[in-house]
């Protein structure tokens, strides 16, 4: 079992539409989660990043972390054909040395 | 967010040959690691690149593969040693420290590579 599961897609939305993109992961040990979007030939750029469970919110994202079910989430709110894109979460501890797991991906789609 | 370079940003290079990239970034920075990121992969830690002394690398990867030299705390290489197909690849430099939050992880643009 991977450390980190999401699926890749693709996904396809049309313009407007609420996009949810979905990491699980094993290691309850995680302390920080993260997001990143990456274009076509780019490399990944930092959205968000949170250390609870809970939500965060910044604009129309919100990143969501369940740390009992071992599950995070990002939503993405009136999404834009310029949010199409790979999305990754990751994760990762610093227990004296320092661990972040990415997931594979998601490649997201919205269409106008 | 620092802003990261990357030297070349693609490269065709031929089985058994060696490449260098660099990674330079605009301000001092404590952490500086090397990626490589596989077609519809996610990305894999290569080694974490140390100020001053030997880079400290993941299980998988080795020195002989792929030497890393951190001279200061703007600059790194990874040298791709006798290449093969399989190490087709984007290799992404990424520092963290800039912030604060100490394990945010900023990345650089990657560097294509194919090898024939």
């Known amino acids: 079992q991977k450390e980190v599961e999401q699926d890749p897609g693709p996904l396809s939305v049309p313009e407007g539409a609420i996009v949810s993109l979905n990491c699980t992961y094993s290691?309850?040990?995680?302390?920080?989660f993260m997001w990143y979007r990456q274009y076509s030939r780019k490399g990944p750029e930092l959205l968000m990043y949170?250390?609870?469970?809970g939500n965060k919110e910044d604009g129309r994202f919100t990143a969501q972390v369940d740390k009992s079910s071992k599950y995070i989430s990002l939503f993405i709110r009136d999404s834009q054909p310029s949010d199409s894109a790979t999305y990754l979460c990751?994760?990762?501890?610093?227990?004296?040395?320092?661990?972040?797991?990415f997931g594979a991906g998601t490649r997201l789609f919205v269409k106008a | 967010s620092a802003v990261i370079s990357q030297k070349p940003s693609r490269d065709i290079c031929q089985r058994g040959t060696s490449l260098t990239i660099q990674c330079q970034v605009d301000?001092?920075?404590?952490?500086m690691f090397w990626y490589r990121q596989q077609p519809g992969q996610s990305l894999t830690l290569i080694a974490t690149?140390?100020?001053?002394?030997?880079?400290?690398?993941e299980s998988g990867f080795v020195i002989d593969k792929f030497p890393i030299s951190r001279p200061n705390l703007t600059f790194s290489t990874l040298t791709v040693s006798n290449m093969s197909p399989e190490d087709s690849s984007i290799y992404l430099c990424?520092?963290?420290?800039?912030?604060?939050?100490?394990?945010?992880?900023?990345f650089g643009p990657g560097t294509r590579l194919t090898v024939l």
């Open positions: 990424s520092v963290s420290g800039t912030t604060g939050l100490y394990n945010e992880q900023f």
């Open positions: 949170t250390y609870s469970s």
């Open positions: 990751a994760m990762g501890l610093n227990t004296g040395g320092f661990k972040t797991i």
């Open positions: 301000s001092q920075v404590t952490m």
């Open positions: 690149a140390n100020q001053g002394s030997e880079a400290t690398y």
């Open positions: 290691n309850s040990a995680f302390q920080y």
